[in-house]
């Protein structure tokens, strides 16, 4: 089974979810690295002053019907033992490996953290311990003075892990809660009852952790706008600093994949409807929209770091399924979908004794570093300055994505009345960000995407 893209810069309109771009490139265009380069090196003469980290834990109770991601079901015997001495190993040797490429600008530091999967709540609270120390002890990291987020779920926000995570300095926890609505919770193919969840948020609330995240989902078969509003209700009424509001995507190999739900004109209709109701909803509320999926209450503290930008600053991942960019190169390990890939991949890793080389990512040109530029940039609500772009490369946006550009606003997608010095999108635009995104994305990238074998 091939991932395919409908050609760039369609001519009709293009249909609105296409995919979410979280990341460029992505991580189908990911191949096998022949020379396997030393870390050392590709981090030589990198900024190393404001890194963002990340650590990955590819456990979960349960894969939600939808969920794509690398994680697996369960930890069986010592496996997340197992898993954790190979993170520390990896961490000793990403260490070692950035201070033996010397100061480009400053000692190494940490700007913000982040623990991801899966679900890094899986992990006893003993073993979220482990892990904070191997950020902070192994890495570098100072926890309690960058923002550390950390995802959880319903089942998995005990109180013993919370009290960790907030002893340890997390600035924000995001709960996936899909649905307040349990016949939709069990058409996403997500065991969970609304009471289930309602305790978890209280748990958290009753950690005092600054920011809490909820994901929602708009999509699922049987949701109409009633039932969206319920959840979009009952979200708010915990006043989270942040909601995410998610398109359901079917995805090879996932279950809804496997079950043959798909998409058609008339979902992509409903999904559209649900968003804009869900998105005013949300502004007449008191949040501010950052981006298509997230929204911020205008009151919530900062999450940002002030000296990290995304497009221009580095990102070390460790664990299995997380991504590392330098300027030069994008890397990883194998991805999969599939449980038994899966569940080798892990295996694999755990094995694993010389960390010191990069196995699998992308090499970044100066053409692909333009439009993860714009990219990562344009699909921000703010906007993008036009001097920002120019200052880095040499041109204003226009000059290397003129076709793009004039497609985008004949389309209604760029806000005419931002001024000729800010790049910034409609609410139209901003509706269509995965229609948007993809457009943007290199023929070769997008032919490597083609030719990925989903496994």
Request: proline share 6%.
């Amino acid at each position: 089974m091939t991932t395919s893209l409908s050609p760039a810069l369609p001519t009709g309109t293009p249909r609105p979810y296409e995919s979410y771009v979280y990341a460029y490139p992505h991580k189908t265009a990911y191949r096998p690295l022949d020379d396997r380069p030393a870390l050392a090196a590709e981090w030589a003469g990198e900024r190393k002053d404001a890194l963002s980290l990340y650590l990955h834990i590819p456990f979960c109770e349960v894969r939600c019907g939808f969920c794509n991601l690398f994680t697996r079901i369960g930890a069986p015997g010592e496996l997340t033992t197992r898993y954790l001495d190979a993170l520390d190993r990896q961490a000793t040797a990403v260490r070692d490996a950035l201070d033996a490429a010397g100061d480009a600008e400053g000692p190494v530091r940490f700007a913000a953290a982040a623990f991801g999967g899966g679900t890094p709540t899986y992990l006893e609270a003993a073993e979220l311990e482990r892990l904070c120390d191997l950020a902070e002890k192994r890495m570098g990291a100072d926890l309690r003075a960058v923002p550390l987020s950390v995802e959880t779920s319903p089942a998995t926000a005990t109180a013993d892990r919370l009290a960790v995570l907030a002893d340890r300095g997390a600035t924000r926890l995001s709960i996936g809660v899909q649905s307040f609505v349990d016949a939709e919770a069990r058409a996403a193919v997500r065991p969970q009852r609304r009471a289930e969840v309602e305790a978890a948020l209280g748990r958290i609330r009753d950690a005092r952790i600054p920011v809490l995240n909820i994901d929602l989902i708009y999509g699922i078969d049987g949701q109409t706008a009633a039932t969206w509003r319920r959840s979009l209700d009952a979200a708010l009424a915990w006043r989270p600093e942040e909601l995410y509001l998610y398109p359901l995507y079917v995805r090879p190999l996932t279950g809804l994949g496997r079950l043959g739900a798909g998409g058609d004109a008339q979902w992509d209709q409903q999904r559209l409807g649900l968003y804009r109701q869900g998105r005013d909803h949300l502004l007449a509320e008191g949040y501010e929209q950052v981006s298509m999926r997230m929204f911020r209450r205008r009151d919530a503290p900062p999450q940002g770091a002030d000296d990290y930008a995304c497009q221009t600053d580095g990102m070390i991942g460790l664990g299995c399924g997380a991504r590392s960019y330098t300027s030069r190169l994008h890397y990883s390990f194998d991805y999969a979908v599939g449980m038994s890939e899966i569940r080798a991949i892990i295996d694999a890793y755990t094995e694993t004794a010389d960390f010191s080389r990069a196995e699998v990512g992308r090499r970044v040109d100066g053409d692909e570093a333009r439009r993860r530029h714009l990219l990562q940039s344009l699909l921000q609500a703010r906007g993008m300055p036009v001097a920002e772009y120019r200052a880095r490369f040499g041109a204003a946006p226009g000059e290397d994505f003129g076709p793009e550009l004039d497609r985008f606003a004949e389309l209604g997608w760029l806000d005419a009345g931002a001024g000729p010095g800010l790049l910034r999108l409609s609410p139209e635009g901003l509706a269509h960000s995965d229609a948007l995104g993809p457009a943007l994305f290199s023929p070769a990238v997008r032919a490597a995407m083609a030719a990925y074998a989903s496994k």
